[in-house]
């Protein structure tokens, strides 16, 4: 029986691993996106996350790091390198699926990266995390194709106090019995935001679509979307939000009437039929801190 001689143990530590969530479907993505990490003013001195095949994005040769990458990367270890240096992680789709967003970060990470946030958003703790089955989300961008099967709102949101569009606010919405589900303005203050379908109402033992179900064929069915717009305004208004920025906005007034006489919260879905909210009077919803 031969033996072998270990010369040299070489291991390899990634100090940042990540992935993204769609807040819309629930699925992880990967194709398509450009994950890069740089010191915070050095854009520059940016490094591209390679995926691998777990659809995780991972990274190598960071500034200052080298020492870590070449770590024993074992509990001992972890202890002795906290994340301590700043970086800021920022993520743009190629296909144009999901809008732009960044995050301050703080690596060495030694579980992939996640966000201590509440759901649904309200007076949210944000923090740097990790775990086996951390993500960061993604949002739609307007020009997204509706995935199927999937409701959709909409709307383009104006910020009625300063007279411009509600760049990079965020909508909460949540249709009959289903999640809620968060999406987020673009810089031009639009939303798409796809939902999904509530259950039909059916009486019992009739059968979907049947003219004597309880709730009439689907194709005329209806649901109560109740929904919530968070947002503060920036100035200037960044071309590539912050992720815990967003996420923390405050709650403001939307308002159905451009009066602003009405406050409002909830409207009605209709099936196969795009929701689109706007004051009376404007093809905008106007809201109001």
Known sequence: MSSVAVLEWISIVTPLAVRFRDEATLSFFSDDLSVAVYPPGTPELKTDGVVNRSG?????NLPGLRDVEHGSGDADFWAANPPQLDFVLEVRDNAGRFLPESLRIKLPQRHPLGLGIASPVASPLVLQTGGDTAFLPLYSAASRPLPEGMAVLRTELWDADNEEPAAWAMVEATAGEQRTVAGLADAG?????PLPYPKPVVALGSPLGSPLGGGGPI?????PVAFTVRYHRRTPAPGVPDLADVLTQPAVTAWQETSLTTPWTSATLRYGRELVLASGGSSRLLITS
């Open 189 to 193: 203050g639009r939303v798409m935001l």
């Open 56 to 60: 995780v994005f991972v990274f190598r």
């Open 219 to 223: 194709t005329q069915q209806s649901w």
